[in-house]
């Protein structure tokens, strides 16, 4: 069976020599991987991570790998692509998910707020150095344990009131709050525990030293 589906890129993976899986998250089908056929004519850029796609998946009763094909780019997303700072953010934001978001998994409405965090990071011009943060915050929600102070006190450690600030602050005052780049980094360390903690699973996120180097 044939159908169309909105689909968020997470990240790909090479599959032998003429495809790759796409490792997406969609409204239909949740965190799933997709088999793509591709050349060297193939606009690889389609495939950066937290592109918005529009695409024909072919279904598999025999297989949880589908294929897809035929793909459509719906937003551009020029904001994030002609930035550096914003295009190493999805870099860090996809790998969050990729190891947080488990395949298969399919939370009510976790496609359509990550579409929202895109496009809105998208939009910012300026200061949007506390964003990654925000995301974290955010993902937590949106996964359904909502960070509150007191969760968040044993992770939070000297830090505790710049992560307050961005928990009870909102969204644009937040993005507002005051931090050298070495405690963004300590702050996005100890939010990344606190997910392991609540989803029992390692996140090592290997992107968050770039993060570290451009926002030092």
Known sequence: MKSKAELIVISSTKFGENSIVLHTL???????????????KTAMALFLPLNILEAEVTENPKSDLWYARNFTCLSPLNGIRS????NTMTLFMSEVLFRVVKDQTNEDGLADWLKKQILTLDALETDFSNFHLLFLLSLCTALGF?????????????????????????????????????????????????IEHHTESAVNVRSLSVLRDIFA
Do not use: C, H, Q, T
């Open 26 to 40: 969609s409204k239909e089908y949740g965190r799933k991987g997709f088999l793509v056929r591709v050349s060297p």
């Open 83 to 86: 930035n550096l700072y914003k």
């Open 146 to 194: 909502s960070p509150g102070m007191d969760d968040l006190m044993p992770f939070a450690g000297e830090f505790f009131d710049e992560v307050d600030a961005l928990v009870s602050k909102p969204f644009e005052e937040a993005l507002l709050v005051p931090m050298k780049g070495v405690v963004r980094n300590e702050i996005a360390e100890s939010i990344l525990k606190y």
